[in-house]
């Protein structure tokens, strides 16, 4: 697949070094065609990895990862423009972390919204599926290094979309029964507010490498 992958921080190059490794064509985007950090992955991604701006990768994808920074995601997005955008899957992998106050960030929008359903909102022709946010990217591409089962939550509006996302995160190593469905793009909202105990249990732990599983018993 044409794969586009905007951001070119940790998980934007994360992502993308998987999906050249599985055999697809990737762009990593960024707001400047002479940005450095996206320059030097497409340098090591070989024939299957190019750099590009978010206009660009947004124009050259089937399917696009957003990987930005929450608070510029929307302007991200929109840096990719609308047309480029519509009828595809738009993967967001996003958080709405807002560090201006100090540690630990809070978020920029919950409760009664989410980050994943302003994107909706902003390009209600696009397919947009949120998923992976729930964890560090080291375990997104490589779920099995914790050695035990795990799960990721997938919501979004589009049945045939979320679909699309599922067999991708299955090629990343992720078992069928792992990818909990949580059902419309609403349910970004329980997805991104996790945040909050994720990065206090990181801060308890020091150690990022953990994940959720859910642990069910009969009911009474
Ligand atoms: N780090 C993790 O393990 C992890 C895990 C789960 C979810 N997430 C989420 O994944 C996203 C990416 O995280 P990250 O740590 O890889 O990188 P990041 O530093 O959060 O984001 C980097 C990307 O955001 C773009 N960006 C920054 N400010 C912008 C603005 N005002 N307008 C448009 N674009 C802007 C940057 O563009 P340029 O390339 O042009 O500089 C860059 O491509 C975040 O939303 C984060 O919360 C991270």
Known sequence: MKIGVLGTGAVGQTIATKLVELGHDVMLGSRTASNEKAAGWAKTAG??????????????????????????????????????????????????????????????????????????????????????NTMWCGIMVNPRMLG????????????????????????????????????????????ESWLQLWLRIYGATKNGAFNIKIVAGKPA
Not at 49 to 73: H, I, K, M, Y
Not at 89 to 94: A, N
Not at 157 to 186: M, P, Y
Request: proline share 3%; glycine share 10%; charged share 20%.
């Open 47 to 132: 024939s299957k990895g190019r750099a590009g701006t978010f206009e660009q990768t947004g124009a050259a994808s089937d399917v696009v990862f957003n990987c930005t920074l929450g608070a510029g995601a929307l302007e991200a997005l929109h840096m990719a423009k609308e047309a480029n955008l519509a009828g595809k899957v738009v993967v967001d992998v996003s958080n709405p972390l807002d560090s201006s106050k100090g540690m630990p960030p809070t978020l920029l929008v919950s409760n009664t919204d989410s980050l994943g359903e302003q994107i909706q909102r902003a390009f209600p022709k696009s397919k947009v599926v949120k998923t992976l």
């Open 148 to 191: 035990d089962s795990h799960v990721n939550f997938v919501s979004g509006n589009d049945a045939g979309a979320k679909t699309t996302v599922k067999t991708l995160l299955k090629s990343f190593g992720w078992r069928d029964e792992e990818l909990v469905d949580l059902g419309d793009i609403t349910a970004a909202r329980g997805q």
